[in-house]
């Protein structure tokens, strides 16, 4: 099997990065290293299949990929996740990933951040994130895993970040100042 490093401009590297951007996927490189290697690819608000997530896999180079707002993926997605050693920051806010897809994950070897923001993970997926090496944070709010579930993984990974907290909503407009009355009309 040819590794290939995503930014050698090979006819097989372009197919690849080609079916991405076809698919909806934004991809971003390294610069400043040499070949420009792809390091993440965003498919948020792209649709797409379970199995194009597999696209990614062929990119050993890639440290952040992002799949929020696809709540069509199901934990199938998931299945090339374990392969892709260089991943570090995984975002599957809003998506139809559950604990099943979660264990796929648990010993993935380099996974430091990992949002699960708006999906049905459950506390049943505690072990799962107890279990991986690398995890440094985790964003969980609008998931039903419950505070006690959290504080128990927060006993055993002390240093495990973990942010409940939904984004900020935006501040509220101010409102209208009431226009001025004039007497007698």
Known sequence: MRTTMIGSRSPQDAEILAAIEAKGGRISRDEAAEGK?????????????DADVALVQAIPTLTKLVLNNNKSL??????PIPSMSS???????ETGITDTGLAK?????????????????????VPS???????????V???PISDEALRALKTARPNLKIDRLPPEPPPEPEPNPEPEKKDGH
């Open 37 to 49: 290697p792809v390091v993440a690819v965003s498919f948020a608000t792209a649709k797409i299949a």
């Open 74 to 79: 199901t934990d199938a997605a998931l299945d």
């Open 87 to 93: 991943l570090r920051k995984l975002y599957l806010v």
């Open 105 to 125: 994950l648990k010993d993935h070897p380099s996974l430091e951040i990992l949002s699960l923001v708006g999906t049905n993970v459950t506390d049943a997926a």
């Open 129 to 139: 994130l107890q279990a991986m090496p690398a995890l440094k944070e985790l964003f």
């Open 141 to 143: 709010a609008g998931t």
